[in-house]
């Protein structure tokens, strides 16, 4: 089974719920930007003060940080036997510097399958629920845009590595499916 994995799919498609349950079953690091990102905000660290208005206005931090960031994750021990990547590469240029800096970066892509209105439907829950700065509607609506612009052409850059899987239904459904199509892979 591959152990280098990639979520990929629009905000509020469920990567972040099913990759820390596929990394607890497959023994692979969770790494997540947007968590990183956000305990950096928390923390207050220099990394955190220059992303956070950034983040909470949906649009993308900057390829040199991220991949700055992942670049330092990677290299600890535990990743060295696989990974599970939430978010991040979500530009050709991170998919580029990623290709660049581990041989055989990824071995299978999984692209979680979600409709719009759907995900803006969760992300507004989340909202009432949790109040994420960036999960109000107008910044929902433009980290939906950003994600056409920017992530969408992975699916065309990492081609035939795309599985999709429906990203509907419950979460022990899309687990479901998920573990499925990784043990075909
Ligand atoms: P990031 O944290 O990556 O956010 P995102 O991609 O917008 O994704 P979300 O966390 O909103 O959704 P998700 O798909 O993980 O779904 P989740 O499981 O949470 O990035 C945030 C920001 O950080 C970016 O906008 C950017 O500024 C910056 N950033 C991060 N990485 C970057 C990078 N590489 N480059 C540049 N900038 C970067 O689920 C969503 C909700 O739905 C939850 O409430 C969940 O409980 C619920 N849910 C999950 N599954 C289901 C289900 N099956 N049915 C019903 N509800 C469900």
Avoid: W
């Avoid at 955190?48 to 960031?69: K, N, P, Y």
């Avoid at 991170?94 to 660049?100: F, H, S, T």
């Avoid at 989340?126 to 700065?133: N, T």
């Amino acid at each position: 089974m591959a152990r280098r994995i990639l979520l990929l799919g629009p905000p509020g498609a469920g990567k972040g719920t099913q990759a820390a349950l596929i990394a607890n079953a497959l023994h692979v690091p969770h790494i997540s930007t947007g968590d990183m990102l956000r305990a950096a905000v928390v923390a207050g660290t220099d990394l955190g003060t220059q992303v956070e208005s950034i983040m909470a206005a949906g649009e993308l931090v900057s390829d040199r940080l991220v991949v700055a960031i992942v670049d330092e994750r990677l290299a600890e021990e535990d990743a060295r036997c696989g990974y599970l990547l939430d978010g991040f590469p979500r530009t050709l240029g991170q998919a580029e510097a990623l290709n660049d800096s581990v041989v055989d970066a990824i071995g299978t892509v999984v692209l979680l399958d979600v409709d719009t209105e759907e995900v803006v439907k969760r992300l507004l829950k989340r909202a009432e629920e949790e109040g994420r700065a960036d999960d109000n509607e107008e910044t929902i609506r433009r980290r939906l845009e950003v994600y056409e612009a920017d992530t969408a052409p992975l699916v065309a850059f990492y081609g035939a590595a795309v599985v999709a899987v429906d990203g509907t239904g419950t979460v022990d459904e899309v687990l479901s499916r998920i573990m499925i199509t990784l043990a075909k892979s």
